[in-house]
């Protein structure tokens, strides 16, 4: 197993992955079947290994947010309609056209923890527009607004496993999605002094409640959309290829 590492990272790994540290690959060709040559080889391997590891994790963390930023950036909310009771009669409220206009490129890392993928997303930040309107008894009142969420961060972990027929799979363990700072600011609409009162106490209220959890739940729904992307993973680490089992001492060794 050792072997097949080492031959993989010196014959298929090139640009941005030095070993310079290391004899060159005949050397290793050249060991006998000691103890001490196979101690030797276990040893090249779980350092060249750590480094094989390494540079996965940054090439699928920034492969990850390729994929990611064209996703977000073509996010459009739901529309959603909604209601709130008041004493003399219920008011129909609800959002339309909301779209995502600018997304601020986050930071993104990849983690290996034995079989776990953990991936992080923090300082997320996007700005969207979109419409509202409401309805209560006769009257009708519209606008638009303009939302704001920075400091947005999300952490998705994905267990690595074989399938019936040995290859490994990934499993998605957990994604959550958090807000930092929230800002929707409202404009138009807004007639006479009851209809203020109304939206004021009432509608503007449930938009800045609904508004964010939109764009949450549709943030979620991308991000985990984009995780089977993490398969560019074994682009750069050997694991689908079965030269490392998931559960053997080197690979932990290497994560160690």
Not at 89 to 95: A, G, N, Q, W
Not at 101 to 127: K, Y
Not at 223 to 244: R, S
């Amino acid at each position: 197993m050792a072997e097949d590492l080492l031959r993989y990272a010196y014959t298929t790994i090139k640009d941005g992955f030095e070993l310079d540290d290391f004899p060159d690959l005949e050397y290793f060709d050249h060991l006998d079947h000691s103890e001490t040559s196979k101690r030797m080889l276990e040893e090249a391997a779980k350092e060249v290994a750590k480094k094989l590891l390494g540079r996965a994790a940054t090439m699928a963390s920034q492969r990850l947010l390729d994929e990611l930023l064209p996703r977000l950036e073509d996010l459009r909310l739901p529309d959603h309609h909604g209601q709130a009771e008041l004493l003399v009669s219920d008011v129909h409220f609800k959002t339309s056209d909301a779209v995502i206009s600018r997304v601020h490129r986050p930071e993104s890392f990849v983690s290996i923890d034995e079989n776990i993928i953990s991936w992080t997303l923090t300082n997320i930040g996007l700005s969207g527009t979109g419409n509202w309107a409401y309805d209560f008894i006769a009257a009708q009142d519209n606008g638009g607004f303009d939302l704001s969420i920075g400091g947005m961060s999300g952490a998705v972990s994905i267990a690595l496993e074989r399938d019936d027929r040995g290859r490994i799979d990934m499993r998605l363990q957990k994604c959550d999605v958090t807000f930092g700072e929230t800002d929707v600011q409202f404009t138009g609409g807004v007639g006479c002094f009851c209809l203020m009162l109304v939206f004021e106490l009432v509608v503007k209220p449930e938009l800045n409640r609904i508004v964010p959890d939109l764009l949450k739940r549709g943030v979620k729904e991308i991000v985990e959309n984009t995780v089977p992307q993490l398969h560019y993973f074994e682009e750069y680490w050997p694991l689908a290829l079965g030269m490392v089992d998931i559960t053997s001492n080197l690979l932990q060794s290497a994560i160690h």
